[in-house]
T-cell receptor, first 114, second 117 residues
Framework: KNQVEQSPQSLIILEGKNCTLQCNYTVSPFSNLRWYKQDTGRGPVSLTIMTFSENTKSNGRYTATLDADTKQSSLHITASQLSDSASYICVVSDRGSTLGRLYFGRGTQLTVWP | EADIYQTPRYLVIGTGKKITLECSQTMGHDKMYWYQQDPGMELHLIHYSYGVNSTEKGDLSSESTVSRIRTEHFPLTLESARPSHTSQYLC????????????????FGSGTQLSVL
């Protein structure tokens, strides 16, 4: 069964600290993996998109890594800011159908305290 | 910033009412989607469209219907709302014509939070 599991479910850190969010998936065949940031009451916004040949991709203070062999990805946030408080969603796409189905994780709820 | 708009942002209605959630995008995207999301849960695809006059049901069974008469407009309709329809509804669009394109970016609207009493 194709699934995307994220951990931790929630995380609280102090402003300025770093953190790493995890994503494990069982989606096969694999096409790409995306990380989205979703502020409360808003739609998700894309942070990174990685294919199986990419190990790492950065977007400002956000760095995503991908290990296609172990089917794991992480999102590292450096020098956190209050505005980083949001849900971070891992999304995996397969290439087994014409739709290229997207499998969504439940997200990690990050809270940054001053 | 994505140019995809959803109205209303919040809607509280009584059981049995007919409602239409609006979604419009100004990016000329062919593909559009409707997702349903409950708090702390993953997004579920309920409808999608590859272009004008194309609509398909998604993975999650939904009593809603959609239409795609114009490229930029993808409204979702509930003929008779029930409390079980209470949820957040997110509209999205994507820029490529190939579903499996690796750089296909999905743009989301801000969502409509629907509460049915």
């Amino acid at each position: 069964k194709n699934q995307v599991e994220q951990s931790p479910q929630s995380l609280i850190i102090l402003e300025g600290k770093n953190c790493t969010l995890q994503c494990n998936y069982t989606v096969s065949p694999f096409s790409n993996l995306r990380w989205y940031k979703q502020d409360t009451g808003r739609g998700p916004v894309s942070l990174t998109i990685m294919t199986f040949s990419e190990n790492t991709k950065s977007n400002g203070r956000y760095t995503a890594t991908l290990d296609a062999d172990t089917k794991q990805s992480s999102l590292h946030i450096t020098a956190s800011q209050l505005s980083d408080s949001a849900s971070y969603i891992c999304v995996v796409s397969d290439r087994g159908s014409t739709l290229g189905r997207l499998y969504f994780g439940r997200g990690t709820q990050l809270t940054v305290w001053p | 910033e994505a140019d995809i708009y959803q109205t209303p942002r919040y809607l509280v209605i009584g059981t049995g009412k007919k409602i239409t959630l609006e979604c419009s995008q100004t990016m000329g995207h062919d593909k559009m989607y409707w997702y349903q999301q409950d708090p702390g849960m993953e997004l579920h695809l309920i409808h999608y469209s590859y272009g004008v006059n194309s609509t398909e049901k998604g993975d999650l069974s939904s009593e809603s219907t959609v239409s795609r008469i114009r490229t930029e407009h993808f409204p979702l309709t509930l003929e008779s709302a029930r409390p079980s329809h209470t949820s957040q509804y997110l509209c999205a669009s994507s820029e490529t014509g190939q579903a499996t394109a690796t750089n296909e970016k999905l743009f989301f609207g801000s969502g409509t939070q629907l509460s049915v009493l």
